[in-house]
């Protein structure tokens, strides 16, 4: 073979590889994306009131809750990364396609289980990307559960304030079919205090009407 | 009225008076989320393989391809801003809470008619908002229709590439039940040439396969 017929094969070669590894990697985030898929087939206890009532489904609610997001970050008052909080928002209900949702109301040892499935959802989902993209979005997913930063504590805010204005404007919602009772809803809303305070405000106003309307128990 | 009785009444009336207007801001923002809603109920020819093949609604679209943005954002020659893409993405197809969808491959005189609805409901859905969201998000929704700048391109490119990506997993999904052309799925597919070449190529060998399998036709 002559030195330039060894340089083309070298240099196809090397495409080749190099080609192999992009169509690799973009396999697996194609497995990823239709993955996605079976978030529309995970059915909440929310109600989809403009659609004859039925209930809600997870990736149509993610969808919801990160435009919320978009639509009130600046009541923070501290400084919220308002992308990083979509991108969480996005994500954060994924692991619900192996774990499946469960109401929030639920007793506490549910509560326990579920995050036990719900780990080895995440590694398995998430485990489909390539390696950097599945260290990146496990790591944002950890950091939307353990709440603590806050960026995460915005997004779980706007996670818990959406259902409260849904069952406002439905007759009390998911509250009157599982006859909820106001404390647990300041409980679950409680990450707006301090951090947007007329949120917060506006909140502990609607959840009194909600008790006056006899939608929550008054607990 | 003493002076200093004087200065808590002028103070209460300020805070009073800038209460109000947060407050009525509020509304207004808390008035669209709840609108939002609806997006819920606007079904596409799309199907849901992994929730017994029912209709897609435009809100679980709209969460699946701001994610596709994110995992496939690398593949752009171009920088783009992957957080006004998702911005876009989520809102992009609000319009049809008013207009309705259309097929993607419907008559150019039905595409005509869809686009004067929709800017109808661009004023009316977005002018919910207080002024300045109004401007920011009428403006980022006329920045996607367009589809000039990288951002825009790269997000008409995510909105057509994951029913692709659908169709392929799901027997030709729409495209078989609409008897489809090859040519059809590639001119709705060019905004990924020379924006992302590497996804593309793996578009266009697709687009090859489903014409092998019959799901095309081949013209």
Known sequence: MTHSAELVLE???????????????????????IELD?????????????????FENSAEHSWHISLTAQILHEYAV???????????????DIVEIDAGDM??????KDHKEQADKEIAAANRIFGLL????????????LEFESAKTIDARFAKAMDRVLPLLQNMRN???????HNIAKSQVIERNKYLEGLAPQLWLYV????????????????
Request: proline fraction near 1%.
């Open 11 to 33: 240099s196809t070669l090397s495409f080749n590889y190099h080609f192999g590894k992009v169509m690799e990697e973009l396999n697996k985030q194609l497995d990823f994306i």
């Open 38 to 54: 079976r978030l529309k087939g995970v059915y909440r206890q929310a109600l989809v009131k403009s659609d004859k009532n039925r």
């Open 78 to 92: 501290e400084n919220v990364n308002i992308s990083r909080v979509m991108s969480m928002l996005l994500i954060h």
């Open 103 to 108: 109401f929030a109301f639920a007793d506490i």
């Open 130 to 141: 390539p390696e950097e993209q599945y260290l990146h979005f496990k790591q944002l997913w």
């Open 171 to 177: 007759d009390g919602g998911s509250w009157a079919r």
């Open 204 to 219: 502990c106003k609607q959840i009194d009407i909600a008790v006056d309307k006899g939608w929550l128990r008054n607990e």
